[in-house]
C-alpha cells in the first residue's frame, strides 16, 4: 500500500549521496543538489528512485576525472518535472526505449556490474505516483533522467 505525505526530495538525495560516499570515501564525486524540493507521494518509495537514480548516475560518471552528479527541477505550467543528471559514459538516444525495460542492459557486466531492474523499478514507482520517467543522453557526455510525480 502506497503512502503519501509531504516528501522532501532534497533531504532524500542528500541521504542517498552520503550512503554512496561511505560507499566509496575516496570516490571523488561532487554533488550538486537543489534545495527545498518536496513533493507530494510515498516517502520510501521516493528514495528507491532517487537511490536507483542517483546510484546509476555514481556507477556511470566514476570513470570521469571530475564526476559531477546534479539532482534538481524544472517547471512547466505550474509542474514539476525532476532531474538527475550525470558526466558520465551517456548511451546512445537509440536504446532509450529499452532502458526502463526489466533486465535490459545497455552495457556488460564486467564494465558496469548491476541487476537491470533498477530503471524498470524507477518507472514503476513513478507511474504509481502518475507521473512520467524518461531519459536523454549523448554517448561520452553524460545522460539525463526526468521523471514527473
Known amino acids: 500500500r502506497m503512502m503519501s505525505g509531504q516528501v522532501d526530495l532534497s533531504r532524500l538525495a542528500h541521504d542517498v549521496a552520503d550512503d554512496l ?3 566509496c570515501p575516496e570516490c571523488n564525486v561532487e554533488f550538486a543538489i537543489e ?3 518536496v513533493a507530494q507521494g510515498d516517502q520510501r518509495l521516493l528514495r528507491v528512485v532517487l537511490y536507483n537514480l542517483i546510484s546509476n ?3 556511470f560518471s566514476g570513470k570521469q576525472s571530475k564526476p559531477v552528479i546534479a539532482f534538481g527541477s524544472t517547471r512547466q505550467g505550474g509542474k514539476a518535472t525532476y532531474f538527475v543528471r550525470d558526466n558520465g559514459v551517456g548511451f546512445d538516444m ?4 529499452k532502458l526502463f525495460g526489466a533486465f535490459q542492459r545497455l552495457h556488460t557486466m564486467a564494465e558496469f556490474p548491476g541487476t ?3 530503471l524498470a523499478t524507477v518507472q514503476r514507482i513513478v507511474h504509481r505516483h502518475g507521473g512520467r520517467a524518461w ?4 554517448v561520452g557526455k553524460g545522460a539525463t533522467f526526468h521523471f514527473t510525480l
Not at 537509440?94 to 526505449?97: F, H, L, Q
Not at 531519459?135 to 549523448?138: F, G, I, M, Q, S
Open 94 to 97: 537509440k536504446y532509450a526505449d
Open 21 to 23: 560516499r561511505k560507499e
Open 35 to 37: 534545495e527545498g524540493l
Open 116 to 118: 537491470g531492474i533498477g
Open 135 to 138: 531519459a536523454e543522453a549523448e
Open 57 to 59: 548516475a555514481w556507477k
